[in-house]
């Protein structure tokens, strides 16, 4: 399988615990994405990384939250000390960009995080 | 935040009949996209059309973008069963490397036999 795959696909933990997701984009893709998508809602952005490079941060990545993508291949998501409030399905996406800027996302099947 | 909405939040066809969505959005872009999702998966990605485009057919999917209204529609003709599904657009900002995508609160649509 050549697609954008996470790693567990549904976690539950227990309040204060800390969790850590993976993300294995497509591996031609410089571009990785994490999305957070709470029931009834769209995906919210996270972060980006290009290559290994964390480029840009929601106001939404508290810092409980912490991605790393070390040389630029798979990443990680880690979620110190979780909170009910941190129960979402947590989205990975990987994309390449074209001619002209655009960047088609390929997302992966997320990680069900329920925090107890 | 959501970047925009869609209109209807929800939608329940028969199969065969056509269904459109909207999407509003705020600010300027360099392209937008409509996504699938399937209860509880991830998204599939449909369709892209640039922010100097206007049109864009791809099968049964037609995509309009009107950016003076900063507003796209979606039209799924014949309609299947397998169709059923939440529909989100997505926003690329204007940028000059596009990089993350904005999304919208999405439309359920529900396909009977």
């Known amino acids: 399988d050549t697609g954008v795959s996470q790693d567990p696909r549904h976690k539950i933990t227990k309040r204060g615990q800390n969790v850590t997701f993976r993300c294995d984009p497509i591996s031609e893709h410089n571009r990785l994405y994490w999305y957070r998508q709470t029931l009834g809602q769209g995906p919210e952005f996270l972060t980006y990384f290009q290559n290994e490079a964390q480029l840009e941060k929601s106001r939404l990545l508290s810092d409980r939250f912490s991605a790393e993508r070390p040389k630029g291949s798979f990443s990680t998501l880690e979620i110190q000390r979780t909170e009910q409030g941190d129960s979402a399905m947590y989205l990975c996406a990987s994309s390449t960009v074209r001619t002209g800027g655009d960047t088609e996302a390929f997302f992966g099947q997320g990680t069900r995080l329920t925090v107890v | 935040s959501q970047q925009g909405e869609e209109d209807p939040q929800a939608l329940s066809i028969q199969e065969g009949e056509n269904a459109t969505m909207n999407c509003s959005y705020k600010?300027?872009?360099?392209?937008l996209q409509w996504y699938r999702q399937n209860s509880g998966r991830g998204l599939v990605h449909l369709i892209l059309i640039r922010s100097n485009e206007r049109e864009k057919h791809s099968g049964r999917l037609r995509v309009t973008l009107d950016t003076s209204k900063k507003s796209s529609s979606l039209l799924i003709t014949a309609s299947r069963a397998a169709d059923t599904a939440s529909y989100f657009c997505?926003?690329?900002?204007?940028?000059?490397?596009?990089?993350?995508?904005?999304f919208g609160t999405g439309t359920r649509l529900q396909v009977t036999l």
């Open positions: 997505a926003t690329a900002p204007y940028t000059g490397t596009a990089s993350k995508l904005t």
């Open positions: 600010t300027s872009i360099n392209n």
